[in-house]
């Protein structure tokens, strides 16, 4: 590494200015590490005044009566609440149920889990079903006890909509017909 690289990385590392790194290092004889250190010393650095510690020893804390216990460390307790969230999320999408209807009857009654892999693995062919579904008087709905009547009313929007397009559809061809 050539001089120039050396203050460059230093004033970056330090937050120091270019002129404080050139002088740092002339100081130190051109070794990063010793004039990093001369910096933090004179407090030029703005390392020298955080307070945050690094250790290759294991963090411990202590509890209200002294005993000491290791902590866990970040990505264990990301994982452990990651985990959790994800456990809640398949419980909730396999005690509520996606429900095909058509004419009054119920023609499929699935867990929303299996829905969601359906659409992940086999993205392509089950939009164009669900689409399709809506164009043959197919009825959308959720059910169970995390389900808000709001989904069901936005999806019974939609499908009104679907019937409507269908509806001016079949009217324009009958009037095509007609001529």
């Given amino acids: 590494m050539d ?19 050139r002088e740092a290092l002339e100081k130190s004889d051109w070794d990063l590490l ?17 307070d945050e510690k690094y250790s290759t020893q294991k963090k411990q804390e202590y509890n209200w009566n002294g005993a000491r216990r290791d902590v866990k460390s970040d990505f264990s307790t990301w994982a452990g609440k990651f985990w959790a ?5 398949l419980h909730k999408g396999n005690t509520n149920q996606f429900i095909v209807n058509r004419k009054g009857e119920e023609l ?9 892999l359906l659409l992940i693995c086999f ?16 009825r959308y709905r ?16 939609a499908q009104d909509k679907a019937a409507s397009a269908v509806q001016v559809h079949r009217s ?7 001529e």
């Fill in 3 to 21: 001089k120039l690289e050396m203050i460059e990385r230093l004033s970056a590392k330090a937050g120091v200015s270019f002129d404080e790194a």
């Fill in 34 to 50: 010793d004039a990093l250190l001369l910096l933090q010393e004179q407090g030029a650095s703005k390392d020298s005044t955080s």
């Fill in 85 to 89: 969230k994800f456990k809640e999320l």
């Fill in 108 to 116: 499929i009654s699935m867990p929303i889990t299996v829905l969601v």
């Fill in 123 to 138: 993205w392509p062919f089950s939009l164009i079903i669900l689409f399709a579904g809506l164009f043959l008087k197919a």
């Fill in 142 to 157: 959720f059910a169970g006890p995390d389900v808000s009547d709001k989904v069901n009313a936005v999806m019974g929007a």
């Fill in 172 to 178: 324009s061809n009958a009037d095509k017909r007609d």
